[in-house]
T-cell receptor, first 114, second 112 residues
Framework: AQSVAQPEDQVNVAEGNPLTVKCTYS??????LFWYVQYPNRGLQFLLK??????LVKGSYGFEAEFNKSQTSFHLKKPSALVSDSALYFC????????????FGQGTTLQVKP | DGGITQSPKYLFRKEGQNVTLSCEQN?????MYWYRQDPGQGLRLIYY???????QKGDIAEGYSVSREKKESFPLTVTSAQKNPTAFYLC???????????FGDGTRLSIL
């Protein structure tokens, strides 16, 4: 079965420290992977994607993600966290049926403290 | 600016009432999607449409209906058969291939 797991409900970091939000996936074939961010009462904003190529993907607002095929992981990272990064983060993988459907993880709340 | 517009932002439903959530996009995207978001459960797919006049059920379609008469519009009706409709509803659209989905700002539906 296809699935996405975000093992941490919440991640707490201090401003200026590096952050990691974890994601693992299970999908048949080559994965198309995405990270989105959601602020309260807003829709999801696209951060970055991996389809093919370099395993380190750079995205918006200084975020990057590392694709690891052997560990079936796609962790989101940022070298120096900002208080304004505090939000809900979703990892998603495209469904193998080629309909464009996305399968989402349950989300991880990132709390950055000053 | 191109984007997705969802309306209304807040909606209240009475017992036995059907309500319709609007979703309009001017991105010229072929595919459109409706998701339901509940706390701690991520996003669950209700319906999706890859082309005008065609749509398919997602994982939780019971109690919902949609139409896709125009490329730009994909309204969602929450029927009285949906016994637990209180949630945040998100509409999205995308082109084909590996392009990301673009999301509207959601409609929060509550029961009176």
């Amino acid at each position: 079965a296809q699935s996405v797991a975000q093992p941490e409900d919440q991640v707490n970091v201090a401003e200026g420290n590096p952050l990691t939000v974890k994601c693992t996936y299970s999908v048949s074939g080559n994965p198309y992977l995405f990270w989105y961010v959601q602020y309260p009462n807003r829709g999801l904003q696209f951060l970055l994607k991996y389809i093919t190529g370099d395993n380190l993907v750079k995205g918006s607002y200084g975020f990057e993600a590392e694709f690891n095929k052997s560990q079936t992981s796609f962790h989101l990272k940022k070298p120096s966290a900002l208080v304004s990064d505090s939000a809900l983060y979703f990892c998603a993988v495209r469904d193998a049926s080629n309909t464009g459907k996305l399968i989402f993880g349950q989300g991880t709340t990132l709390q950055v403290k000053p | 600016d191109g984007g997705i517009t969802q309306s209304p932002k807040y909606l209240f439903r009475k017992e036995g009432q059907n309500v319709t959530l609007s979703c309009e996009q001017n991105l010229n995207h072929d595919a459109m999607y409706w998701y339901r978001q509940d706390p701690g459960q991520g996003l669950r797919l209700i319906y999706y449409s890859q082309i005008v006049n065609d749509f398919q059920k997602g994982d939780i379609a019971e109690g919902y209906s949609v139409s896709r008469e125009k490329k730009e519009s994909f309204p969602l009706t929450v029927t009285s058969a949906q016994k637990n409709p209180t949630a945040f509803y998100l509409c999205a659209s995308s082109t084909s291939g590996g392009q990301p989905q673009h999301f509207g700002d959601g409609t929060r539906l509550s029961i009176l």
